[in-house]
């Protein structure tokens, strides 16, 4: 029994010095993101590299706020931040709850009703998972281009109003609830539209909250798309304002990382106010596929 017992502290231990070490890693980029954000431009690049500005120090060494903030000050002196922020908070969010709704449709179509050629369709939905964007940005461009829609917010938004990831993922959820519930309801009368929006729904809150979070990261985050679709500095994201800090022949390592600090902040926020559903969303779906 004792070797047991130091066998599994031995693989515990291993296994904590494993996530440790992998938490570090992932970790210490938006930590040297964070400190960069407070440096002067010498000391972006100095070699070796410099973890802690001067500017939150002073002289003798104690911590000091003083002109830590000039870099924040600078970008969003030279961006229209807050344009940027309505922008995408209006993109994101209309993307998110948009898409939740018609893939929990599409969802609990495929999981809970047949019809003729249903496994058919859902495999032809899946084969998108497999084609990269860049492949059907050219034919979207020149679709919504035809349509008018090139620099204004249709185009930002309406094509990302489905998502075959989002159907795939609440599909898995939608298929582990009971048939009992669904029969019991069909008994009493109740439609398929019924049974989706007053029992499926409100069983499905965490996949439902999960995939919210997948969204608005993905959504708060695309670059390519805006950045193709819409060129007016009235209807610039966030990653595309951040984009035009980058120059041809040198950065500002420090302003592009303070305006990334002000980009993640919110994010961050909101991964960790709904941390709890999006784990419990992500370990429910993977129970039965």
Sequence with gaps: METTNVKYNLGTIIVLIMLILGSVIMIAPFLWMFLTAFKSLPETVAIPMQW??????IEDGSFSLNNSFDNFREVLTRLNFTRYYINTIFVTVTITAVQVVFCSMAAYGFARIQFPGRNIIFIGLLSMLMIPQQMTLI????????????????????????????TFFLRQFFLTLPRELEEAAIIDG??????YAQICLPLCTAALAA?????????????????????????RLLSVGIATLLGQFS????????ASVLATFPMIVVFIMFQKQFVKGIAITGIKG
Excluded: Q, V
């Design 52 to 57: 802690l500005p001067r500017a939150l120090f």
């Design 211 to 235: 995939l919210s979070i997948f969204t608005m990261l993905w959504a708060w985050n695309d670059l390519l798309w805006p950045l193709i679709m819409a060129n007016r500095e009235a209807l």
């Design 251 to 258: 950065t500002r390592n420090n302003w592009l990382m303070a």
């Design 139 to 166: 034919p979207s461009f020149l679709l919504l281009s035809s349509l008018g829609w090139i620099n204004t917010f249709y185009a930002l938004t309406i094509p990302h109003f489905f998502s075959a990831f989002g």
């Design 190 to 195: 109740a439609s398929h539209f019924r049974i």
